[in-house]
């Protein structure tokens, strides 16, 4: 064991560098294996703030200040935070037309090794399309920047949540 922490930090930073093309100023985060770079990297930006949360559902709650203040922001969580922050979501977001760009990371699905993670990871789509929450799938860093600008957009013209669902092939490095 090598003490190697293999969630690519290259493809963090192209995540990361597509949120800040999109104007978005606020993170909110709750810590999580997959993303950790994305933390870290919004904790050493002075450009950005990053809120750090207690649970996941707060983050609507900062989203939507952040948005009635004129900041985009975004909220970075691991699926079951999503499914930890539906009352929020439904409650808040939709209920009052609120923008809310979600970064989720899809954990639970092929390739999980965490057997804690494969229940979340099997009713997160499911979930998505019960609330009407348009999502994209991030799976390859080429296009990344595209999809984060589009999902971007349309919780803005929208004024609804929208989702990203970060995938293993994007955040995993697979050990040699």
Not at 91 to 101: C, H, K, N, V
Not at 105 to 115: A, L, N
Not at 121 to 142: F, K, Q, S, W
């Amino acid at each position: 064991m090598t003490g190697r922490m293999p969630v690519s930090s290259a493809h963090s930073r192209v995540i990361y560098d597509a949120l800040k093309a999109c104007d978005i100023r606020l993170l909110s985060a709750l810590p999580e294996t997959w993303l950790v770079h994305l933390i870290r990297m919004a904790e050493d930006d002075p450009a950005m703030t990053l809120v750090r949360l207690a649970k996941e559902e707060e983050g609507v709650g900062i989203s939507a200040g952040a948005h009635l203040a004129g900041v985009k922001s975004a909220m970075l969580m691991q699926n079951h935070g999503f499914l930890a922050s539906i009352n929020g979501i439904v409650s808040g977001a939709q209920l009052y037309r609120i923008p809310l760009l979600m970064v989720i990371s899809h954990r639970g699905v092929f390739g999980e090794r965490d057997p804690w993670q494969t229940e979340g990871g099997g009713v997160t789509e499911h979930v998505l399309d019960a609330l009407r929450i348009p999502r994209l799938d991030l799976d390859h860093p080429d296009h990344v920047a595209r999809r984060v600008a589009k999902a971007q957009t349309l919780a803005y013209s929208s004024l609804r949540p929208v989702a990203l669902l970060l995938h293993r092939e994007l955040m995993w490095e697979e050990p040699a």
